[in-house]
Structure formats: C-alpha cells, structure tokens
C-alpha cells in the first residue's frame, strides 16, 4: 500500500449492472465508470480503491446531469448543437444555472452530503472527456471551495453543469475536435482539505521529458492560487538516484504573491503572506522525497506519467486530483561523443523534415554516397535513413540520437588501408578525372531530355540514372582523392605540434579554390555587373526579387543581363535554395532566390584590394621556424600542407557535383506528380513528395492507373501529408542533442519553463481582457497573468509570456496541448517587452531572447 494510504472506505459496488444511478460514493467508482462520473471521479475513485489517501467525497452522475438538461427542456437544443457558437453556448449555460433541480435530484445531493458529515467542502466538475492521455481539459470548466450548507452545495453543482457551456469550454472543445452532442459532465463534492501548502506534482518533466526527474510546485494555503495561475510557487527538481533514493537537485523560490484560505462562512479569499513567516509553509526536501515518491506510485497504478494535485495538512499528504500528462515531449536523447557530433551534422545538413520521396530516393542515395569513403575504409556498414532516424509511415519523424554502426572484420585493417592508400599521390588535376568528366557530362544529356515527352517508364528509368550518377561525381572521386588529403592532414597536424603552430591549422587551410569560391566569384561577377549599369541598378533597388525577373525582360539591358544570369544558372543553378532535398527548389527553380542575392551584393560596397591570402602569410611564417624552415622538415611541411588543401577541396567539390542530379530528379518527380494529378489521385504535382518511391514504381500499366489504385495514392499521400502538419514545430534533430546551456541571442527574460519549444513574432502586450482584441495570429501574447478564461487567445498566439504562473498553470498546460511555448513567472515581461518587439520564446529553457534577426517586408528568400 502506498505511503500515508487509507484504507478504502466500503465495498465495491458493480455499477454497471444497476440501475443508472444519480449519486455514487466516490469509493465505488473506477476507471471502467467514466461515461457516469467523468475523467476526475473516475481517476479519484481508482486511487481511493487502491488505498492512496484520497478525502473522501461522492459524485453528481451524468445521468443527473442529463436529468437536468431534460428538466430544463434542453436536449433537443444540444442534440442540433454540431457546432456551436458562442452565444449558444452561453445560452444553455443560463439556461441550465436557472434551471430549478429536479426534486428526486436535490433530494439525493442533500443526503449524500449529509452522510459525508457536512462542513465544508470542494465541488469540482468531472467531464467524460477531461482528464484523457490527449486532452486534459485543464480548467475548462468551474470549481466552487469552501462550500458549507446544503444550498450553496446546489448551487455550485447546478453552476458546474452549467460551465459545460462557457466560452472557454466550447472553444477548446472545437480545437481538440470533441464532438459537443456526446459529452456530458458529472460533479466531484468532497470535503475540503485546509491545506498548510498545496500545488502540483509532475512524475515526468513536463518541459523537458526526462522520466527519472519529478517536478513540485507548491504554494501556501489552497492550490487554487496555483493552478489559476496568480501566485509564483515554489519550484522543486528531484532526480532518482541509481539505487532508487529521489534527491533535491534545484530549488526555485517562489514570490508567494497571495495566500488563498477558506473564507468564514464559505468561499475562498485572497491574503498577503507576512515575509516572516514563509518558511512554516515551505515543503522540507524529506516531505518533497515523500510527494516523490507517492506521485510514482500513481504513476505506476496507472501506467502513465501524471499531473497530481496535492495538499498537505495535519502532517499527511492527501491527494486532489490525477491525471495523465498532455503533451509530454520525448525523453531527453542520450548520447555519446559520437553522436552529439553527429547529431550537430545532421541538423546542419537537414535542417527540415525529409518528404517520403526525398527519404526513399535522393536522401539515401547521398548519405550512402557521402559515407562510401568511411564504409570503404573501416569495413563499417553505413547506417540508414531508419537506423539514424525514427520512420513512421514512411514520414522522417527524428533523429535517433546514435550512431547504429555495424563493424565487421575489416575494421582491423583500416589504419593499415589508410596508410597504404595516403601513400598515392595527390593529383593536381583531379577534376579531369575521365568517370567525373563523362558523368557531368551525361547530367546534361538528362537535363536535355522533355519530361512531358517521356512515358511513366522513362521517367523512371531517369530518376534511376541521375540516382546512380551519385557514384561517379561523388563516391569514386572521394575513394580515389581523400586519402592522400587525410593522410597529408595527420601529417601536418604532428609537424605544427613540433612547432607550436597549431592555431595556425585554420589559416593555412583557408582560402581553397573549390567549386563554391568560383561561384560566389561568378555571383560577384554579376553584382558588379549590375552596379556598373545605372539602369540595372536603378531596376534593382527599386523592385522586389520576385518581380525582377518580368522587369528585366521588358528592357533591353535587362534582357542582356538576364541572357548572362541564365548562363550563371546553367553551370551553377544545381546548387539547393535551402537544403539537399529535391522536394526544395535548386537556384534554377527559383532564380528569385538568386536575384535576391544579388540585390544585396550590389547594393553592398565592393571589397577594397586585399594583400596576400591568409594561407600564404601563414606558411611563409612558419617557414621561417627553425623546425619547418630547414631540410627535411621544410618539405615534408610544405608536401603535407598540399595534400591537406586538396582535402578540403574534394570534399567541398564533391558535394557540389553530388547535388547536379538534383534538378533533373525534381523535374522528373514533378512530371510524375503532374500525370498523378491529371489521374485525380493528387491536388498538385507538389504533392508527389509525400510518396514513396516504390509507390511511384507500383503505377504500372496501362494508363490512367485503375480507380482502386488512385484512391489508395490519394490516400497515402493525404494520410502523410496530415502527419507531416502535425510535426510542424518538432525538431528533425532535438537541439538538446548538442546545445549548450545559455546558446543563442541575448536574454530579455527569464523565467520558469512552462511549456517547451521555441517561436518567434512580435510582442502584443495583452493586460487585461477588455485587450484580448488587440492580439493578431503569430504574435506572442504577453499577460501580467493567465487563466482559464484567457486560454481561446492561444489559438492566435505563437507563444505565451506571462508575469506570473508556473508550469502547473492551467496556461501552461493548455499551451503544451497547443503546441506552444510558454514561458511563466517571467515577472516584468509586461514592463519590459513593448508592442511591436521581435522575440524568440524558448518554452524549453524559459526564456524571452531578443530575435537574431527583423524580417523586413518583402524580403528575398528561397521558395517554400
């Protein structure tokens, strides 16, 4: 039994083989009873069995509930309710809070209240959606303290079953897509614990994941100055050791605003809390290893992670309320060395979510091609799009977090390879490889060739070529160049480690002629081309990017210059726009991008005339070390220092020439999703991308396909574009993988992390509700303070900052369903944050960061 339980009280009654019954004791009611009593009496009752210390109570059924609707002459009313406005809902809600309870009714609630021995007590609503694993339903509805006759007890619970209906409530229900006709609401009375402190247990971090921390918030008096969100509690962090002991790693002082007690006579009120005499309210580390550890039994009981309501009093622990936790992020990734560089990479190179066809085709193809050279030398199997990331229906939903590798026996050998293969000379014209000449070469054959003019087949069959055209322009060039270049690199590392130069490494492997510097020489080419034209430059300062190209071609010069920037695209245009993805354009698909570029370069002052490049003044310097500057060291440093260059020009050139498949497989894709879309089994040939590659070679046949066929593409690819919307805003690579604490922009604010994730808009200062108008979409609200009421603002907000709150904040926990960060208890963000202001919320570290950068309008960028 767990810690501080009560027996419970009576025998288990099987209500479902009664009649429907209007009233229930809260012991005879369990998880099974929940279209009776509700998520919060369902939950209670099942803690109450199992003997955790739950204050006893009884429930208002939903049977009763029903009662009065039918009493009030509403049902036919809410039965037509499939979407309900505001003013409908208000309008049940005055109806059932005006209704006169049905005799039979008021008669049962007396009784029971009675029999629970009068005195004060706590009416709660309890919904038979509320308290789910997806939707808590956090403070949707109304809760009535201190409650000490007969009268008030009918009160509150007929205003219980009234605020199924308010604003809030109906408008949370439509975002999370409840049906409104099928719910119905049950009242939770049970006597009322006079807390010493209260407040919320989290058996999980609700911000971060981890599932061996606990999170306390606790605050003097009632819970309720808590979870409404108007006091900044206490904030406790407890991990669990190996050996099972829970410890106190951090400990956040609460400001204790206000004290809320029971009001003589009924009710709640608000007090200040005399300075002084805070610490007789303050949990001690052994009753917080205590919450620790009763909240894990919960835990265990019902096999989630839960949100627990607590309150102390007389010494004990009692418990409020359990429910599962909404919206918990993944666990925190673990990994070593290895993977934290690896994880740095990937979000570097994929810095957005892979479609199914980038996963199943081009994505694969170059990280295979990319990992050739290692695989080739170490023996090791490469990994996979599923070994690094987790794939579900074929949607990337994140990085893994490891490195799956797979050794075999020729691991043993591959110093002796790379010795044997570094000691192949470097080939000073190694872009005149015969294979790397012949495979560009065939690139603009393909590139030549009409899509529309090709069968379903010999699309294919093209996308299979500019696919294995990887092989040459990337892997052969790399197995045969890289390992004199490494070889050269470990060489020149131990000659500056002689000499005390290896700060110097950087300089002298700067400045290499690769592929990418010809490019932005040629980009540059063009900037001054446009500069030294008054006409090009008056043109391109006076219009956006994305009207430059219909602008250039209704003047002369414009169409001269337009003639050079189309050469420019066809030898470069196969570079990406964003990312190595063929479901994002290349520069040739989206020459804005380009000219948005070049708007810039023109407009920016020409470089003055530099001197030696930095590599060379480095080298001649350490020449003249006494170490390097004489045989033999002098050229086994200079021999080294070669082959080390070319290194970082394979590996830069390879790419480069990795990505010139890319056009002629997007082109290809599209003429596909193009023939998909004439067949009707896609609204647009951008949607191609969320099907697979064997998807698209299971089209075979006479065409169109047959009607089963379209139907199960459209289906695929409709189901895929769902899933993909409802990872928007989660991380292909979890940044906690490889950020450090304290990363990113200067600090505004710092506060408690409410819910996790990270967002960017506008400050709108919202102070109280006669603002709430005030807010637009994509804007980050700012409040002094939060509840229940203000949550329908989320909807329009990209995050929320508060003065007050806490992570148990019904804010907070309505923000973490939404999908938005919060940051609570930030204390002067409505001081400080002004209307119009640029921030970057961090949810998961709780902070208000000023934004890097202020979007202006109109701004260049690539084509989503």
Not at 566 to 572: H, I, P, R
Not at 803 to 821: L, N, W
Request: proline share 9%; glycine share 8%.
């Amino acid at each position: 039994m767990p810690e501080g339980a009560e027996h419970p009280v009576g025998n288990r009654r099987p209500v479902s083989n009664a009649i429907t019954p209007l009233i229930l004791p809260l012991e005879e009611v369990g998880r099974e009873d929940l279209a009776l009593v509700g998520g919060k009496a369902a939950n209670l009752g099942e803690l109450l069995r199992a003997g955790f210390p739950v204050p006893a109570g009884f429930v208002v059924t939903t049977a009763a509930y029903d009662r009065l609707v039918a009493h009030a002459g509403l049902e036919v009313t809410i039965s037509r309710m499939l979407d309900p406005r505001p003013e409908d809902g208000a309008a049940v809600r005055e109806a059932l809070a005006r209704a006169p309870m049905p005799p039979e009714l008021e008669r049962e609630i007396r009784t029971a209240y009675r029999r629970l021995g009068r005195g004060p007590v706590a009416v709660r609503s309890s919904a038979t959606a509320e308290d789910l694993p997806g939707a808590a339903f956090a403070g949707q509805q109304d809760t009535f303290l201190n409650l000490v006759d007969p009268e008030a007890v009918l009160a509150a619970v007929r205003r219980c079953f009234a605020s199924l209906w308010t604003d809030r409530a109906v408008a949370y229900r439509e975002r999370r897509g409840f049906d409104p006709r099928g719910l119905r609401l049950a009242v939770v009375v049970q006597r009322l614990v006079e807390a010493r402190t209260a407040g919320v247990l989290f058996t999980a971090n609700p911000v971060t994941g981890a599932r061996e921390e606990v999170v306390i918030e606790a605050v003097p008096g009632l819970g309720e100055a808590l979870v409404s969100g108007l006091v900044t509690p206490d904030r406790l962090l407890l991990r669990r050791r190996p050996w099972g002991r829970w410890r106190v790693v951090a400990r956040t002082p609460g400001r204790w605003e206000v004290l809320i007690r029971p009001r003589e006579g009924g009710g709640t009120e608000p007090v200040p809390l005399d300075t002084a005499g805070r610490g007789g309210f303050r949990l001690s580390d052994r009753e917080a290893r205590r919450l620790a550890r009763l909240g894990r039994a919960i835990e265990r009981h019902f096999g989630s992670p839960q949100d627990v309501e607590w309150a102390r009093a007389d010494g004990r622990s009692l418990i409020l309320q359990a429910r599962p936790m909404t919206a918990l992020p993944e666990p925190p990734p673990r990994a070593g060395r290895m993977g934290r560089t690896l994880a740095a990479l990937m979000a570097e190179i994929v810095p957005v979510r892979p479609y199914p066809l980038d996963a199943t085709s081009w994505f694969p193809a170059l990280l295979t091609e990319a990992l050739a050279f290692a695989s080739h030398l170490t023996g090791v199997v490469p990994p996979s799009v599923e070994t690094l990331f987790v794939v579900d229906d074929d949607i990337v939903v994140r990085f893994r977090g490891g490195v799956p590798l797979r050794p075999t026996p020729a691991l043993l050998l591959a110093p002796w390879r790379l010795l044997m293969a570094g000691r192949r000379l470097p080939t000073a014209d190694w872009r005149q490889d015969p294979d790397l000449q012949w495979a560009r070469a065939r690139i603009r054959t393909l590139e030549r060739r009409d899509p529309s003019a090709l069968s379903w087949r010999e699309l294919l069959d093209t996308a299979r070529e500019a696919l294995a055209l990887l092989r040459p322009l990337a892997r052969e060039p790399r197995l045969r160049h890289l390992p004199a270049g490494i070889s050269g690199l470990v060489r020149l590392r131990l000659l500056l480690a002689l000499a005390g130069g290896g700060r110097r490494l950087g300089d002298l492997l700067s400045g290499v002629e690769t592929m990418t510097a010809e490019t932005n020489r040629r980009l540059e080419a063009l900037a001054a081309r446009i500069r030294s034209d008054p006409e090009l430059a008056a043109l391109f300062s006076a219009h956006e990017a994305s009207e430059l190209w219909s602008v250039l071609e209704r003047r002369p010069s414009g169409r001269a210059f337009l003639g050079e920037f189309q050469t420019f695209l066809d030898e470069y245009g196969h570079r990406e726009a964003a990312v190595s993805l063929v479901s994002m354009p290349t520069w040739r698909d989206a020459p804005e991008t380009v000219l948005g570029l070049l708007q810039g370069l023109a407009g920016a002052v020409p470089a003055a005339g530099e001197g030696p490049p930095a590599w060379e003044l480095a080298r001649d310097q350490l020449l003249f070390h006494p170490l390097l500057g004489k045989p033999p060291l002098r050229g086994a440093f200079l021999a080294s220092l070669e082959r080390a260059r070319r290194l970082v020009q394979v590996r830069e050139d390879t790419h480069f020439f990795a990505t010139m498949p890319m056009p002629v497989l997007r082109r290809t894709f599209l003429e596909l999703g193009r023939r998909l879309v004439a067949a009707g089994a896609l609204d647009a040939p951008e949607e191609v991308f969320h099907l697979t590659r064997s998807d698209l070679e299971g089209v075979e046949g006479a065409w169109p396909p047959p009607a089963s066929l379209v139907s199960h593409l459209r289906s695929l690819a409709r189901r895929r574009r769902e899933r993909r919307a409802a990872l928007e805003g989660v991380p292909l690579v979890d940044p906690r993988l490889f950020r450090r604490p304290g990363e990113g922009a200067d600090v505004l604010l710092r506060g408690t992390p409410g819910s996790p994730g990270l967002a960017e808009g506008p400050v709108r200062v919202v102070r109280d509700p006669s603002q709430w108008g005030r807010l637009r979409d994509g804007e980050v609200l700012v409040a002094p303070y939060t509840n229940p009421s203000w949550t329908p603002l989320f909807r329009r907000a990209a995050a929320v900052v508060a003065d007050t709150g806490s992570v148990g904040s019904h804010a907070a926990i309505v923000a973490r369903e939404y999908g938005i960060p919060a940051v609570m208890a930030t204390v002067e963000g409505t001081r400080r944050l002004v209307d119009g202001e640029r921030v970057r919320v961090d949810g998961t570290r709780g902070l208000v960061l000023r934004a890097a950068t202020a979007p202006t309008s109109g701004a260049p960028g690539p084509r989503r």
